[in-house]
């Protein structure tokens, strides 16, 4: 009988189950449960997990983008609610590779079929719900599809974050915001981090799968902050005085290097050497 490497996988969740039989059953698909009878599929799971990902999804992006209409939050939602978005986040974690098959299911590819991917993750969602309850379903859901929800909100065109700092800057501290970017990871799993800068003062932190999807939600961090500010719904008499912005111990040297000195700014830009790829 295959043996998967449940403390392997649980630890690519970043959740450690009470009860591990719950992920082993969110990892059986029905062609092994007709090899090995008497063990239950991952059927019912997968119903649960289903149930679970629509909830947590929906209040996601509700809260995450606040003037995004109905529509484009329904469209929003199908992004990443769908076969081949969820096929790709389990890729991710490497779920094709603990999979219990039949034999037949594996010499047909099962382990790198989407509908056979996006089951299994909405079964291990349903098994996590279980063993730990709503919260630790959300967070496991939130840390896989957040950055699949800002790219579909790229592709959307739902919402442009960094035009809106920019025209925020501009109007508060008449200069342009400026991006470090840092990466980690393999080439294949590149993972950016983005911090967005006005005078040296950092305004908000992002990341993602590409440079450009953590800079949109490094300047989605800074919109927000800045609109608490008193002047942000000033016009240009009304900007935000010299002696609001922060003080030149604050400020990068020069605004050309950042600290590591493996970040430069170009043009209100920052290109990491690490950061070579936009994907």
């Not at 403390?7 to 719950?22: C, H, I, K, P, S």
């Not at 449960?33 to 119903?47: D, I, Q, T, V, Y």
């Not at 309850?133 to 599809?145: K, S, V």
Request: hydrophobic share 40%.
């Amino acid at each position: 009988m295959t043996s998967p490497d449940l403390d392997g996988l649980e630890r690519r969740l970043g959740y450690v189950f009470t009860n591990q039989a719950l992920l082993r059953q969110a990892l059986a698909h029905r062609s092994w449960c007709a090899e090995f009878p008497g063990n239950a599929s991952n059927e019912r799971l997968e119903f649960l997990g289903d149930a679970v990902l629509g909830w947590t999804i929906a209040d996601l992006v509700y809260r995450r983008y606040p003037e995004m209409p109905e529509g484009k939050l329904t469209d929003l939602r199908k992004a990443v609610v769908n076969a081949g978005a969820l096929a790709s986040a389990a890729g991710d974690l490497g779920l094709g590779s603990e999979l219990l098959l039949g034999k037949g299911e594996a010499a047909a590819g099962g382990r790198h079929k989407s509908s056979i991917l996006s089951d299994a993750l909405e079964a291990v969602f349903g098994a996590v719900y279980l063993d730990g309850g709503p919260e630790p379903a959300r967070d496991l859901i939130t840390r896989l599809l957040t950055s699949r929800l800002d790219d579909a909100v790229t592709r959307l065109g739902g919402l442009d974050h960094k035009t809106a700092l920019q025209e925020l800057a501009a109007q508060l501290f008449e200069v342009p915001p400026q991006y470090v970017l840092r990466s980690d990871g393999p080439d294949h799993a590149k993972r950016f981090e983005a911090d967005v800068q006005i005078l040296g003062k950092v305004w908000g932190t992002g990341e993602g799968r590409s440079k450009k999807q953590a800079e949109q939600a490094a300047a989605r961090e800074a919109c927000a902050a800045l609109r608490e500010l008193p002047g942000a719904g000033a016009r240009n008499g009304d900007r935000v005085r010299n002696g609001d912005r922060p003080a030149n111990g604050d400020t990068a040297a020069n605004g050309d290097t950042a600290a590591n000195g493996d970040t430069a700014v170009r043009g209100g830009t920052v290109d990491s050497a690490t950061a070579d790829s936009d994907a």
